[in-house]
């Protein structure tokens, strides 16, 4: 009896043991599973894991890893009547942490948390699963087709990206008229022009870098909102202060328009699609600029389309010509509402649901419009990256609910610096100084010339507007009435006695140490219309604009004024000046149609950096041709030519820009870009603008040397022609 118990206490000890060394054996297995799984980190790897374990008949549940072993190796039941202590070890097999375990212990069979890895681990297996994405999302873009969705797409940020070219146009156009009607003096007139770069510098890195945070659509929608609020309102304010305000907010609103239409439209274009849909893309900057120069053609001349409300509120028909430039960035607001949100960023943030809806919703579209709509989306599970959480510190005292939003605003900005820093980490540091060098040195020549070209060929006017003055001298007029228009003239030592200047219009005319005796003034409309020296005696002004700073050295002797217009005024009906430039930036503008379509057609064919670094050597090699630039009608041809050159490198950078950064970063790099794009714009105007009529030399040496330069450095990008998105 006492042997038989001996028997089955050593049977029973035997099958413990047995178990035991059962669970050891896997244990040990998990826990080389465990370690092959904190180096991949990848899902697919983990899933091949899994399957693994289930193939050695290790079946996970809840947490609890249960063991079913083979007959060789003992059954199940050996394990009953197992005691207190091994209740423990069974407890810790099944995977309960322990508190008091060595670093950072985890549960068996499962991959290590991510709390218990590093920053340097985490973005690794980010990294690795972006490249995943990358690849994989090109084959579902491929699988849903280029159709009817792109070009619903192409057309609506087509008119955000119109909307960007009519803000640059639109600041030339009404500079002059605005600041007539505000009577601006010549020290502030520049304020205009440079104050609108500024917004749309600071507009593109800021909206840039949020297109990043909150998405593409969602940025694009602010951004153009903000625009077109201040663009509306700038057209009714009177002072010229506020009318500052407003183009500084317009410009910063339209300033996040180019960089996130890029990183937009180029997320749901497959790979060779990409190169050729973003240049035709390009070309509604063009058609921006060709509806602001026709605009302003059709309406700013006409000072009839005016009215008043008393004297302090003046609407002149360049106000309505603003509102006129508004409409673009309205109606890309409104297309924009009905549009989805661009699936890849969702991917890159983690929203997976929502990025397999918006592809299916791509898919189904095309396929309807190609008359396959029983053709199924055969995706069912799209890589998403590791997801890496930014601890945010809020401390205690942001109760109050501004005291959050200064918090919240607080955090989105410096989540926008950490992205913009990372453009210059590796691997993209070396792209993001390159990049930087080709957008300052092609910014800084193309729009260095672009306003050289117009002031010159105004240089050119008014040069031949001098060489036709007629000079009047010694006249002795009396008892004789003007009623006519006299422009262009210089009327010295004359003497006019008892003459009556009645509905008269002076352009351009200059009275110098003239005497003007019992004469009456009446109705007068003038324009650089100057009395230098003059001698005034018992002469009535009556309803006139002669305000005492056209009498320039003049003395007025027992003379009456009456009704005079103070203020400055829109000049005359029959002023052709204004469509002359209005119709050589149109001609211009226009002038880029066929470097569009080139580079379009080519730009999958020969390559961006072919494109790129021949075009602007092109264009630099074609600056010495304004050697020959002596009339208005050859520099409107060399205008032309440069325009139609550089165009072609525009589209190529834009294209290569997209393309080399990875989708988190993508727009906070282009807008990076963008803004110093319009810093080295108005370098170039200063120092370009400060050269008209002095020589010709130095603004052809330094265009063509920054563009050759800047092209020979573009030369030295990677291609990104045959590469997928990131």
């Not at 980190?41 to 050695?56: A, H």
């Not at 439209?265 to 058609?287: D, N, Q, T, Y």
């Not at 998403?384 to 109760?399: F, N, V």
């Not at 913009?420 to 691997?427: G, V």
Request: glycine share 8%; hydrophobic share 40%.
């Amino acid at each position: 009896m006492e042997e038989t118990y001996k028997d089955r206490t050593s049977l029973m000890k035997g099958a413990k043991d047995i178990a035991k060394e059962v669970k050891r054996q896997a244990v040990k297995k998990v826990n080389k599973a465990v370690e092959k799984a904190q180096d991949g980190y990848t899902q697919r790897s983990y899933n091949r894991f899994q399957d693994e374990e289930d193939d050695d008949d290790y079946c996970v549940q809840g947490g609890n890893y249960g063991v079913e072993a083979n007959d060789d190796e003992g059954s199940s039941e050996a394990t009953e009547g197992h005691d207190e202590d091994d209740e423990i070890y069974e407890g810790e097999y099944q995977g309960v942490p322990s508190m008091g375990g060595k670093d950072g212990m985890v549960a068996l069979g499962q991959p290590m948390r991510d709390e218990y890895k590093d920053r340097h681990e985490l973005e690794t297996e980010r990294k690795a699963d972006e490249e995943e994405l990358a690849q994989q999302y090109e084959l579902i873009i491929q699988e849903c087709g280029h159709g009817r969705f792109q070009w619903a797409l192409f057309f609506v940020l087509g008119m955000a990206l119109m909307a960007d070219g009519v803000e640059v146009f639109v600041v030339g156009f009404v500079l002059p008229s605005a600041e007539t009607d505000m009577c601006i003096p010549n020290s502030g007139s520049g304020w205009l022009g440079s104050i609108v770069y500024l917004g749309m510098m600071v507009g593109a890195f800021f909206w840039g870098g949020l297109a990043d945070k909150v998405g593409r659509r969602q940025s694009l929608l602010i951004c153009m909102s903000v625009n077109g609020f201040f663009a509306f309102l700038s057209s009714f304010v009177q002072g010229y202060g506020f009318f500052l305000f407003c183009r500084l907010f317009s410009g910063f609103g339209i300033g996040g328009a180019v960089p996130t239409v890029f990183s937009y439209f180029s997320e749901v274009l497959a790979r060779e699609k990409r190169g050729e849909h973003l240049s035709w893309l390009c070309m509604f900057w063009m058609i921006g600029g060709i509806y602001a120069s026709a605009m302003a053609w059709a309406i700013i001349p006409h000072y009839g389309w005016s009215f008043s409300m008393g004297s302090a509120y003046q609407f002149h028909s360049w106000r309505v010509f603003v509102i006129v430039c508004a409409l673009p960035c309205v109606s890309s607001v409104v297309a924009l509402t009905f549009m989805p949100e661009s699936p890849r960023f969702l991917l890159e943030v983690g929203k997976h649901d929502e990025a397999w809806m918006i592809l299916k919703q791509i898919h189904d579209t095309n396929m309807r419009a190609r008359g396959q709509p029983e053709k199924v989306f055969t995706v069912n599970r799209i890589k998403t990256p590791k997801q890496i959480d930014e601890l945010i510190e809020i401390k205690s005292d942001t109760g109050t609910w501004y005291r959050r939003c200064f918090v919240r605003i607080r955090t989105e900005l410096y989540g926008i610096w950490l992205t913009f820093m990372r453009c210059f980490n590796y691997p993209v540091k070396d792209n993001t100084i390159k990049l930087t060098a080709v957008w300052f040195t092609l910014s800084f020549g193309y729009y260095g010339l672009s306003v050289w070209f117009p002031d010159v060929i105004k240089h050119l006017q008014s040069d031949e507007y001098a060489s036709r003055v007629k000079h009047f001298r010694n006249e002795e007029v009396s008892h004789f009435v003007f009623n006519f228009t006299l422009e262009n003239q210089v009327h010295s030592n004359g003497e006019y006695i008892n003459d009556r200047f009645i509905m008269m219009k002076f352009k351009s005319v200059t009275f110098e140490d003239s005497l003007f005796k019992n004469c009456v003034f009446e109705d007068i409309t003038s324009l650089n219309t100057y009395f230098r020296n003059c001698t005034f005696v018992n002469t009535t002004f009556y309803n006139t604009d002669l305000e005492q700073y056209k009498f320039v050295d003049s003395e007025l002797i027992n003379c009456t004024f009456f009704h005079i217009r103070t203020g400055c005024q829109i000049s005359f009906d029959d002023d052709y000046s204004a469509y002359w430039i209005y119709f050589v930036n149109f001609l211009g503008t226009l002038a880029v149609l066929p470097g569009n379509i080139v580079s379009a057609l080519l730009m999958d064919r020969i390559g961006r950096l072919t494109m790129l670094g021949g075009s602007m050597v092109l264009s630099g090699i074609s600056c010495f041709f304004l050697w020959f630039g002596t009339s208005e009608s050859m520099m409107i041809g060399m205008l032309c030519l440069y325009n139609g050159l550089t165009i072609s490198a525009w589209n190529s950078l834009d294209v290569i820009t997209v393309e080399l950064y990875p989708t988190d970063r993508r727009a906070t790099g282009f807008g990076f870009l963008n803004a110093l794009c319009k810093a080295a714009a108005v370098l170039g105007n200063l120092i370009f603008g400060s050269l008209v009529g002095i020589t010709k030399a130095i603004p052809i040496l330094l265009a063509s040397t920054v563009l050759v330069c800047g092209g020979l450095v573009g030369l030295r990008l990677p291609d990104t022609r045959t590469q997928v998105l990131m």
